[in-house]
């Protein structure tokens, strides 16, 4: 006998805790058939397969709106069917009537933090006629916080690092280098980069470009598109010589030049005339 209501008190114990209420609390997105996002968020809770509480659509904007949601929950699929069913708040000005009302058949997927619930969605208007369809995707609102606020602090890490390193790289004043100019430069590094192009209208420039009296380009016609070189340095004095073969349409003949390391950018702007030449000397 003793035996008989031990068992009566487990299996009701057993009902009570079936009969816990669950709160449930997600946030995502409706996208509908067309490619729309609207961002969603509904907080519910469960008692015994029966499901109450409310939805919130496009929050934040001008179109903010709280509505009432009910349905079931199947607990051995992990399943909702959920039904709007009135506003209960809404910051928009249109007629109640042309409310869609979104009625839903999600599941829950994933495990630990990439648990979620997804699903597809109908929208109807009072008068039952359809209004909308798509596809639902939510997560449990704080762990989706906790993925914003992550996702967010990689792109400022992000952000800070690139402006950290637009700090260390050192632009300086541009350099005009006429007929017969010498430039000087002193370099630290074993490699340098020469971006060679026309800035200004394209109109025929060309140029021989000449690097320890060996020809690296041979009447090259400068272009919007940027030229570019690497080239090994050697030890002591180098010579860079940028030489007009001809001058265009519009002359004198024009190029906008470059010269860049990791950190140092030296910014050059040659203006010669025909079969003349500017010198740039680099010291190593």
């Given amino acids: 006998m003793r035996d008989f209501f031990f068992i009566l008190i487990l299996l009701f114990s057993i009902n009570i805790s079936a009969q816990k209420m669950h709160k449930i609390n997600y946030s995502g997105l409706l996208t509908l058939n067309n490619g729309t996002p609207l961002s969603f968020e509904i907080e519910l809770t469960e008692k015994g397969g029966i499901v109450n509480g409310f939805s919130i659509t496009g929050k934040?904007?001008?179109?903010?709106?709280?509505s009432d949601i009910s349905g079931t929950y199947n607990r051995n699929e992990k399943s909702y069917s959920l039904k709007e069913s009135q506003v209960l708040e809404t910051n928009s000005e249109a007629d109640l009537n042309t409310f869609c009302y979104i009625h839903m058949e999600i599941k829950e997927v994933g495990k630990f933090s990439l648990k979620r619930m997804e699903g597809e969605f109908t929208g109807y208007f009072t008068n039952g006629e359809k209004c909308a369809s798509g596809k639902i995707i939510m997560m449990e609102k704080e762990k989706l916080e906790k993925k914003v606020e992550k996702i967010q602090k990689k792109v400022e890490k992000k952000i800070e690092k690139q402006k950290k390193k637009e700090k260390e790289n050192i632009v300086l004043e541009t350099k005009i280098l006429k007929d017969g100019d010498d430039m000087f430069i002193q370099w630290n590094s074993d490699k340098i980069i020469i971006y060679i192009w026309d800035a200004n209208m394209e109109d025929g420039d060309k140029i021989d470009l000449i690097i320890n009296g060996k020809g690296i380009l041979k009447d090259f016609k400068t272009k919007r598109k940027r030229k570019k070189i690497k080239y090994?340095?050697?030890?002591?004095?180098?010579?860079?010589?940028?030489?007009?073969?001809?001058?265009?349409?519009?002359?004198?003949n024009t190029s906008r030049i470059e010269i860049a390391d990791s950190k140092i950018k030296y910014p050059i702007i040659t203006q010669l005339e025909l079969g003349k030449s500017a010198?740039?000397?680099?010291?190593?």
Avoid: F, R
């Fill in 60 to 66: 934040g904007t001008s179109d903010q709106t709280k």
């Fill in 232 to 252: 090994k340095l050697k030890e002591g004095e180098n010579t860079i010589e940028i030489k007009a073969t001809n001058l265009g349409t519009s002359p004198p």
């Fill in 279 to 284: 010198i740039i000397k680099i010291l190593k």
